[in-house]
């Protein structure tokens, strides 16, 4: 069965400072791979995706995340950080039908200091 | 594009009561997906939907969910006989065709069954 695990529960970045998200997956053929963000009291959000192709994917609000099949994992980053971008982050894998269901890993909660 | 809605946005209930949700998703978006979130959890599959075609559904789905898409736009959650365990923010995502992965989400409906 496929699987996503976040190793990092909650992350304390300073304001400036670049940011690296864990995530590995488990999954048995090539993975649709997705970061999500839900700040307080709002949607989940895309901040990106990973199909095939380029490894190393752009996202919006200046994230990516780079695939590496070897590790299986789908990291995410920022080379700076926001006060803003405190939220919670979710990496998912697709599967089902064209990868329509996502599975979700737990999350990792950021927070930012000035 | 005014976004997924969903009602109500909080639901108190008394154990053994059904309950029932509304999920009204982005109009030109003929999949829509239910997902099901506890605290400190990401998001967890519940179905889904390609117009008014149930197409998948989670395994892990007891018999006392139910969910209807009945014209393809608008869809229902219902819950039989609540449980206490039943207790969560349920989700309802949606999407249009060629844009996998791009889920967008609604606010949630959060269920507290007493």
């Known amino acids: 069965a496929q699987s996503v695990t976040q190793p990092d529960i909650h992350i304390t970045v300073s304001e400036g400072a670049s940011l690296e998200l864990r995530c590995n997956y488990s999954?048995?053929?090539?993975?649709?791979l997705f970061w999500y963000v839900q700040s307080p009291g709002q949607g989940l959000q895309l901040l990106l995706k990973?199909?095939?192709?380029?490894?190393l994917v752009q996202g919006i609000k200046g994230f990516e995340a780079e695939f590496k099949r070897s590790q299986s994992s789908f990291n995410l980053r920022k080379p700076s950080v926001h006060w803003s971008d405190a939220a919670e982050y979710f990496c998912?894998?697709?599967?089902?039908?064209?990868?329509?269901?996502?599975?979700f890993g737990k999350g990792t909660t950021l927070s930012v200091s000035s | 594009d005014t976004g997924v809605s969903q009602n109500p946005r909080h639901k108190i209930t008394k154990r053994g009561q059904n309950v029932t949700f509304r999920c009204d998703p982005i109009?030109?978006?003929?999949?829509l997906y239910w997902y099901r979130q506890t605290l400190g959890q990401g998001p967890e599959f519940l179905t889904y939907?390609?117009?008014?075609?149930?197409?998948?559904k989670s395994r892990l789905l007891s018999d006392r969910f139910s969910a209807e898409r009945p014209k393809g736009s608008f869809s229902t959650l219902e819950i039989q006989r609540t449980e206490q365990g039943d207790s969560a923010m349920y989700l309802c995502?949606?999407?249009?065709?060629?844009?996998?992965?791009?889920?967008?989400f609604g606010s949630g409906t959060q269920l507290s069954v007493l």
């Open positions: 995502a949606s999407s249009s065709p060629g844009r996998q992965g791009k889920l967008f």
């Open positions: 999954y048995g053929a090539t993975p649709y």
């Open positions: 990973y199909f095939s192709g380029d490894t």
């Open positions: 998912a894998v697709g599967e089902g039908q064209a990868g329509t269901a996502l599975i």
């Open positions: 109009s030109e978006h003929n999949r």
């Open positions: 939907f390609q117009n008014e075609a149930q197409l998948e």
